[in-house]
């Protein structure tokens, strides 16, 4: 007798599913985390979602004082060491790795969370922008990975913050959608790679979240109402998903032992019309794209910060988010930003 196709799938992923449920959820307890980017945004409430869940962690960043600052908001001791570095730096990614092991004994989960994000026209745009994105979000993970993979075969874990510019093309951020497609395609391909070495790999692909974090991000083009735009969205409840929330779902992902993770309702939607429906999505995108502001007169970069009005400075939300996740005060030049 000839068994259809369509039940061999059906079959095939019915058993995966349930080999999915029935495998035990990884236990964080005592794990040694390293957090790239991880002195405020994302990564700080990061790690505190980690430390919530038992583990130890490393906060690598470029600035020693907002390590610090980072370092006293946790308030957690010795569970907490931070160590200065830049991801586009190879030996600082190695040096990263060798201060976690020390301070910890060990590295039991990589999570490639610093990025950078820069607005404006592709018309203002140059090739080094482009380089500086992939430099960060695609060979920033890249590197922390080989560095980090003699400690985490054998049952580590590794955790990829792409967003959901990895897998719908955003107008303004074409740079950063470039990098972040890549760092997708990173997660997919080495989730794959690495599985027979005993490491697990997971992608997550949030949407716009309240960090706090578009005050460093580089402008170009028309700059106040480009950062205005960018800044108010992030901010909106509507939109923007609670960074600590995220976090929590960032975290389940990776303790699911899950390829992929849609983070925010938000993103799910626009990934799953694209997927379903791409013209249609492209059209859209295609009329959203007129509404933006158009290309500056200059090719000039300016932080958002230095560009901010009075009623988008005022937004309370706004400003909750940079007080809370160590942004004000803090190191800029666009990284760390997720």
Do not use: W
């Amino acid at each position: 007798m000839r068994i259809p196709k369509r039940l061999l799938v059906l079959g095939a992923a019915g058993a995966l599913a349930a080999r999915r449920a029935l495998k035990a959820p990884y236990d964080l307890s005592g794990k040694a985390v390293l957090i790239t980017g991880g002195s405020r945004g994302l990564g700080l409430a990061l790690a505190q979602e980690f430390l919530n869940r038992g583990a130890r962690v490393t906060l690598m960043a470029r600035t020693e004082a907002d390590l610090k600052r980072a370092q006293a908001r946790l308030n957690a001791g010795d569970r907490v060491s931070t160590v200065t570095g830049n991801v586009a730096v190879p030996e600082d990614a190695a040096r990263a790795v060798q201060a976690t092991v020390q301070a910890h004994g060990r590295l039991d989960v990589l999570v490639n969370n610093a990025g950078i994000i820069q607005l404006g026209p592709v018309a203002n745009a140059t090739e080094e922008d482009f380089r500086t994105a992939m430099e960060v979000n695609a060979f920033g993970p890249l590197r922390l990975i080989r560095a980090a993979l003699p400690h985490l075969r054998g049952g580590g874990r590794v955790l990829i913050v792409s967003s959901l510019g990895g897998k719908v093309a955003i107008p303004h951020l074409t740079p950063y959608v470039m990098s972040k497609f890549a760092s997708a395609g990173l997660g997919q391909a080495l989730r794959a790679e690495l599985a027979p070495e005993g490491v697990s790999v997971t992608t997550v692909l949030p949407g716009l979240m309240r960090t706090g974090s578009p005050m460093h991000a580089p402008v170009k083009g028309q700059y106040t109402k480009e950062y205005a735009l960018f800044a108010n969205l992030a901010a909106s409840p509507l939109l923007s998903l609670d960074a600590h929330e995220a976090a929590r779902r960032i975290v389940n992902a990776l303790v699911r032992g899950d390829v992929e993770a849609m983070i925010g309702g938000p993103a799910l939607l626009l990934r799953t019309a694209q997927a379903l429906a791409p013209q249609l999505t492209a059209d859209l995108l295609r009329l959203g794209h007129r509404a933006l502001p158009g290309p500056g007169s200059s090719d000039g970069m300016v932080e958002g910060r230095a560009v901010e009005s009075a009623l988008t400075r005022a937004n309370p939300i706004k400003r909750g988010a940079e007080e809370e996740f160590n942004q004000r005060g803090s190191h800029g030049a666009g990284t760390d930003l997720n």
